[in-house]
């Protein structure tokens, strides 16, 4: 056998980076390998068990290097938790006792690491701690079962704060257990913001049930101002249905005088308080005859003393819609005017060609758009026997199983079927709408009045 050659010089520049022991055994290996192929056959079989030998080492060497380095990742770790963590042992005479603490455990409970080393961690507990707490912990990691809870424990000054906190068994090679680890969180923040949070929420609710009772109290009034059914030369009835308890919607109907009854409905832009508000403002003005009684019997001025006093920019841009009417009974006529108000129906079953509807129509704007609105009123003849039909629009935006909204032309149409039949109600009336929603409900305050002529 010839002499082994010189070994080839090789930098670790040659070797990809790693640890630096890593790198140096990887820098032997190289120069092994490349001292390998510049032997001849004999050689290289000698060299073959040195060759073994040498990567057997070099595997130790990395296995050992990977352990010394992920022990000390773990460490650091340890170390710089958030979260407070500590290490136990499993001897439950007297203890379990602290074997190891994280700096974040010592600032969480105002000990030093070598204050708490073999003390239990009952040192932490105090008047306020959870017995039945401690007591289903110290049940559950006896029988190896993870634990979590919380209760109060006190720092070593004595000052109490809320802690959260789960343990966890460590079993050796035999599955015995031989150590707990417990990882535990200050909440006494959280917890005194969820006392403020329930605190405010009483508030709250305290709050929104009186104004939910202050608002029925509004809705029971709205609904107390308006008039119920009247019999005699015209039989009168009504319907009053607000999305919510306080509507929009407001209506009258009354005899001046042995030969006058005056009609109207009133339909405020918007929802909720402020129509409502807008609303009851003008009914009441209207019924306490705030107006004179020649007023009142000609619904052109009528309208345009309500648009004098009642301008959007006024009244927070809000406006209203009014249909007014005054009918004669002497002479069975019925003047009216509208402002913006949808078209009145009339029903007259006397037609042998069954029931005709009419509607009555008006192309006035709304009350309080326009400062110098013109309004006009126009007459009809009232047949005997005929009905009449005084509506918000909320009685027809009503949303329909196909994604669009009930037409005016479908709500006639719908109208005209219910006044086929001579005995029919607004009961009537109000049921064939809301079958033909899915909700079974209006989307819009909804008011209706049905005039019936003898």
Sequence with gaps: MGRLPSIANVTPAEVPPADDAIATADVRLLQIVRLLESLGEDEAVLAEGVLSRVLGH???????????????????????????????????DGGPFIQRCNPAF????????????????????????????????????????????????YRKDGAPYAVQWNISPICGADGAIVAYVSIQQDITALIEANERNR????????????????????????????????????????????????????????????????VYLIDVSGHGVEPALLSISVHNMLRSRALSDDALLQPEAVLTELNHRFQMDQHNEHFFTIWYGVYEASRRELRYASAGAPPVLVFDSASAKGVVVTDLPSTSPPVGVFEDTTFRSRTHHVPIGSRA???SDGAYEIDLSDDRQLSWEEFVNLTGR???????????????????????TFQDDCSLIQLTFD
């Design 106 to 153: 010592c600032a969480l409970t105002g000990y030093s690491e070598e204050e708490l080393i073999g003390k239990s961690p009952r040192i932490l507990q105090g008047a306020d701690t959870d017995r039945q707490v401690i007591d289903r912990l110290r049940r559950q990691i006896r029988a190896g079962e993870f634990f979590e809870g919380s209760t109060i424990n």
């Design 418 to 440: 219910v006044a086929a039949c001579p005995a029919w109600t607004l009961d009537d009336l109000v049921d064939e709408l809301r079958g033909i929603s899915p909700s079974g």
């Design 199 to 262: 605190v405010l929420g009483q508030e709250v609710q305290w709050h929104a049930e009186r104004l939910a009772s202050e608002l029925n109290s509004a809705a029971r009034y709205a609904a107390s101002i308006l008039p119920h059914g009247l019999t005699g030369p015209v039989n009168v009835s009504s319907h009053y249905l607000p999305v919510r308890g306080l509507g929009g919607d407001s209506f009258d109907y009354l005899w001046l005088d042995d030969d006058h009854l005056v």
């Design 58 to 92: 070099v595997k130790d060497a990395h296995s050992a290097i990977r352990q010394v380095r992920d022990a000390a990742m773990c460490e650091a770790a340890f170390e710089h938790l958030y979260n407070a963590v500590v290490v136990t042992d499993a001897d439950f």
């Design 389 to 391: 039909l005084v509506y």
